[in-house]
């Protein structure tokens, strides 16, 4: 598809192409910018950035990268210079019955037990949250390869360092991730249930975007 939408812009027919840029990227845009700013509002207006910049960008790229990794580059950056921009994105959602049952949390079935939901909707908080802690190229490191299941070569084009710079800043944003996690659960109490970062964030986060 992504060769559809080039020849698409480049034939003229702009709104098609957008739409279906749309329609392949933009739950899978919106899941990153929610996992880089933390706030759902944010989240969703960034997007609209990132549209407006891939509508003005498109003419410019030249196929010196895919138009996966290139798009991806340029969510990382509006969203990084969304958060500097706008201090609301730096407020997460506070714990209350409504964050608990947000469509953005995991939801489990009415059959499951009431206490086990609210701990597990509880455990994703925390480790979102967690996530946010971390410093930005740590945060867009994990998320991408974590989450995005991007290759090291792929995220090294998206954050344009090199391949081993990105291996190395994954071992470290995961040991940062699981110390955070580990610190939050045992300050509340909470079980980590032995989880590994990347573990916890594919359990606890993958549902984001859904």
């Known amino acids: 598809m992504d060769a559809e939408i080039i020849r698409l812009y480049k034939a003229g ?10 329609e392949k990227y933009q739950s899978r845009l919106y899941a990153v910018a929610r996992r880089q700013i933390g706030n759902n509002e944010d989240a969703l207006d960034a997007v609209q950035e990132i549209l407006v910049h891939f509508d003005k960008s498109l003419p410019k790229f030249k196929g010196e990268s895919s138009l996966y990794t ?10 990084l210079n969304y958060k500097r921009k706008h201090s609301r994105a730096n407020q997460s959602a506070p714990l209350d019955e409504k964050t608990l049952n947000t ?4 939801s489990e079935s009415p059959a499951d037990n009431p206490d086990v939901m609210c701990r597990t909707r509880f455990r994703q908080y925390v480790v979102e949250q967690a996530l946010l802690e971390l410093p930005d190229a740590q945060r867009a490191v994990l998320v991408l390869c974590d989450l995005e299941e991007m290759t090291a070569p792929q995220v090294a084009q998206v954050l344009e360092i090199n391949p081993n710079a ?13 110390r955070i996690v580990d610190r939050e659960f045992e300050a509340l109490g909470i079980e980590a249930d032995g989880l590994h970062a990347f573990e916890c ?10």
Do not use: P
Request: net charge positive; hydrophobic share 45%; glycine share 2%.
């Open 103 to 106: 469509g953005l949390l995991i």
């Open 166 to 178: 990105v291996k190395s800043r994954l071992r470290r944003a995961r040991l940062a991730f699981k």
């Open 70 to 79: 290139w798009t991806f580059r340029l969510a990382m950056n509006v969203c």
């Open 13 to 22: 027919k702009r709104d098609e192409s957008l739409r279906k840029f749309a």
């Open 201 to 210: 964030t594919h359990r606890y986060l993958s549902a984001i975007s859904e």
